[in-house]
């Protein structure tokens, strides 16, 4: 982002004075309120964006995308691992031969930085690849762009600032399966498109230091070093395209594997129902059963699945002994609703205890608790010993199918058609 100075003047001004601007302020900011309240629209749901035909350029202002590498303690050593200038905004302040070792502490307001016997303090630091060089390296992965030092509370922030186009690079051969020649050229399209969109919604946010994180949390960036050509290809050849409705950028989600049926983002997401991610039946014969994760099954003792409730604070730590597990409620796309446990304690006091949506996921988990359950679209059954869960699919289920967008790919769709079959409705347009 662009840091613009900002000067203070300082004018003396009485009491009085100070009490009138304040009243004449406030009549105003009333006054505007009442405007714009009274012109607000009251509709729930956007208009239906396919009665637009006509193709429009949306004007979007950005200048770079900020990702969150890493945030370390209040004092941090980073050791420079390829040849960097070291900027204080536009200022070059220093060469920096790899192998060297900065220290930078977080200090009051600014971030204090030490090579050898050098000291700089600024409340951001910037490092630029040396002459010759595309990339500067972090963690052992190249990077495009710059690498910023910035203050983040009372820790070191590590951000990568750098072209869109570039970061959607970055981030497709990381989330997508290429797959062999060009196979999947149309869903590594489908999904640029994708990850282009999601970005820009972030960056239009306006968060002050960073856009994305780098992981799951946003989405999963391997920098330069992630690059593979075929995805590249996909990029450019979707150059600056992103999906809108209805005159905005879209919000839009994707997962691996939607078992046969996506899901509503309402149910996931948000309680207001986005029209173009209602969720829609993927295929007769499920496109995604390509998918290694189309199919699974996790096998749990009892005495386990009673720990994983104590551990999420839904019982306290007495004996407890599991009596029944049931699915008590299922959305429209056959996902678990609900998933009741019912529980004896000690004293043959009976208690049910619920688990809802996407939380089973992350409270349940996978047999050997290393992540969370693939997805919610699943059968339960009790054993004598153990509880059983057979399921379908890899994700929350909402959006793009990732390996059905692969499939169709293979079956000759191009990239809009499986935009349309996922996001229906939606349209694709060019920004500038």
């Not at 003047?9 to 009442?34: A, E, R, V, Y």
């Not at 969720?279 to 003792?301: A, L, M, R």
Request: glycine residues 8%.
């Amino acid at each position: 982002m662009i840091n613009f100075p900002f000067y203070l003047s300082l004018l003396k001004i009485n009491q009085s004075s100070i009490f009138k601007s304040i009243n004449h302020l406030l009549f105003l900011l009333i006054s505007f309120t009442l405007l714009f309240v009274s012109c607000s629209s009251t509709k729930r749901f956007p208009d239906d964006e396919s009665k637009v035909t006509t193709e429009r350029t949306v004007n979007i202002n950005y200048s770079s995308v900020r990702v969150l590498l890493d945030e370390s303690d209040a004092a941090y050593h980073l050791t420079i691992q390829s040849p960097v200038y070291l900027y204080d905004g536009e200022k070059r302040l220093a060469y920096i031969e790899s192998g060297n070792t900065l220290e930078c502490i977080s200090e009051y307001q600014e971030v204090k930085l030490t090579i050898h016997d050098r000291v700089f303090s600024s409340d951001a630091f910037f490092l630029k690849p040396a002459e010759n060089l595309e990339t500067v390296k972090f963690n052992g992965q190249g990077y495009k762009g710059k690498l910023n030092l910035i203050k983040l509370g009372g820790s070191i922030g590590i951000i990568n600032q750098l072209n869109l186009e570039d970061y959607v690079k970055g981030v497709v051969a990381r989330e997508m399966p290429i797959g062999k020649k060009s196979e999947n050229l149309e869903a590594l399209k489908a999904f640029s498109i994708c990850v282009r969109t999601y970005t820009l919604k972030k960056i239009s946010e306006g968060k002050s230091l960073y856009d994305l994180y780098d992981d799951t949390r946003d989405q999963v960036y391997g920098g330069f070093d992630a690059e593979h050509p075929l995805s590249n290809k996909a990029v450019e050849e979707t150059e600056n395209k992103i999906l809108i409705y209805n005159g905005n950028i879209a919000t839009v989600y994707y997962h691996s594997t939607c078992g046969g049926q996506t899901e509503a983002a309402h149910n996931i997401f948000t309680n207001k129902e986005i029209p173009y991610m209602m969720g829609v039946k993927d295929g007769n014969s499920p496109y995604c059963n390509i998918s290694p994760k189309f199919e699974w099954t996790e096998t749990y003792s009892n005495e386990d699945v009673i720990k994983r409730l104590q551990g999420a604070s839904l019982l306290n730590n007495g004996d407890f002994r599991l009596n029944n597990v049931y699915i008590e409620s299922r959305y429209s796309s056959g996902r678990v609703r609900e998933m009741v446990f019912e529980v004896v304690d000690e004293f043959g006091g009976v208690k049910n205890v619920s688990i809802f949506g996407n939380e089973i996921r992350s409270i349940i988990k996978t047999a050997d608790n290393k992540t969370i359950l693939w997805s919610t679209l699943f059968d339960v059954s009790l054993r004598r010993q153990s509880v059983e869960i057979n399921g379908k699919g890899f994700g929350h289920g909402v959006g793009m199918c990732q390996y059905g967008a692969i499939s169709l790919s293979r079956k000759g769709w191009k990239y809009k058609e499986i935009i349309d079959h996922y996001y229906p409705g939606i349209k694709i347009n060019i920004f500038k």
